[in-house]
């Protein structure tokens, strides 16, 4: 399936049904009276979180979305049917923008969340409504209220536990492949990863969703390489595994421009807990590596993994690293509500 994380819609909600002029007219009743019916609500589109969705590339095929008005009134005082309402179903993680994306509508992060894009019209009354004392007859009803219409934009942040960073070519994809079934593309070229792919890792008995993100290159916050669209996928992330190619000459060179990108986004992404490794350890030689890995530690500030997703080594332990750093973050999370459901009670 192909991978879509940003997409323009328009949606329009039903208008709302006519109200019925009618009179009551029946052999052997003398005074009928009005008897004209309310038409029926258009119908609204909703927006749905579903689970098991990871791409927005349905709406690839379809941008526009109308609910179908509601019903006229009717004479017996028969009001119009309802029309039903457009459900449309996005993955976890999607904001929904304004047409100028100035405004966030809406940012669906649990399944079963649901937000109403465009209201349907209310039906219009029918001559029933309309009678008094002084208006015994009224030949008068309403239009239905018309629908919502709007243009938005979906933005798709996939949900991971924990995301994959690092230049072109760190091997990002080769670690996602051995330590889950997901199936990226891999290849000896930059930017072979043109979306984020999603892989689920099982450690001890847990499981752990990993996202590859696409490889940054300096000057990504601005616009360069594949540029920041790929970075807002960061923001979801609890952890990152920032993932070093141990044959570049200047390991430590490399890490400092990835975490540069980081904080030059914002979206606090340069204070998220961060997991350093050294990659591709098995075209090292044993002084190489500990050369690297002490030049790695050094700019980092911490100490480092070494480990090579080709050959396997390291990748265990990294795997079970990554698990404990995402487990204290989701601790971390979790005592953060509690705090703040302290202070609304």
């Known amino acids: ?74 004479g017996r005082n028969k009001n119009g049917k309802a029309s039903d309402d457009i459900i449309l179903k996005v993955p976890v993680g999607t904001q929904i923008f304004d047409e100028d994306q100035d405004y966030m509508i809406a940012d669906l992060t649990e399944a079963g969340q649901k937000v109403v894009l465009a209201k349907g019209g209310d039906g219009g009354r029918g001559n029933a409504h309309f009678k008094s004392a002084t208006n015994q007859a009224p030949r008068r009803a309403e239009d239905g209220w018309p629908g919502e219409e709007n243009w938005l934009w979906l933005q798709l942040k996939l949900i991971a536990d924990a995301g994959l960073i690092g230049l072109p070519n760190a091997g990002k994809s080769t670690f996602l492949a051995a330590v889950t079934r997901a199936r ?55 952890v990152l595994l920032h993932l070093i190619d141990g044959t570049e000459e200047d390991v430590a060179g490399a890490y400092k421009t990835v975490r540069h990108e980081l904080a030059e986004y914002g979206a606090d992404l340069g204070a998220k807990l961060e997991v350093v490794a050294l990659n591709k350890i098995d075209a090292l030689t044993e002084d190489m590596i500990a050369e690297k890995a002490a030049e790695l530690s050094k700019a980092a500030g911490h100490d480092v993994m070494t480990i090579s997703g080709v050959a396997g080594m390291g990748v265990e332990q990294a795997l079970r690293r990554l698990a404990q750093a995402v487990a204290d973050y989701r601790t971390k999370e979790k005592e953060a509500e509690q705090a703040a459901e302290a202070v609304h009670e």
């Open 1 to 74: 399936m192909k991978f879509l994380d940003q997409q323009k819609i328009f949606v329009k909600s039903g208008d709302g049904g006519a109200g019925c002029v009618g009179f009551r007219r029946e052999k052997y009743v003398e005074f009928g009276g009005p008897d004209g019916g309310d038409g029926g609500h258009g119908g609204n589109v909703i927006a749905e979180c579903v689970a098991n969705l990871n791409t927005l590339i349905d709406f690839r095929y379809q941008q526009h979305f109308k609910a179908r008005r509601g019903d006229h009134g009717q």
């Open 184 to 238: 990226p593309k891999i290849a000896d070229y930059p930017f072979t990863t043109l979306h984020p792919n999603l892989g689920v890792g099982y450690v001890d008995g847990d499981e752990i969703v990993l996202a590859d993100i696409p490889g940054l290159i300096e000057g990504a916050h601005e616009g360069a390489g594949l540029g920041d669209r790929f970075l807002g996928h960061v923001e979801r992330c609890g």
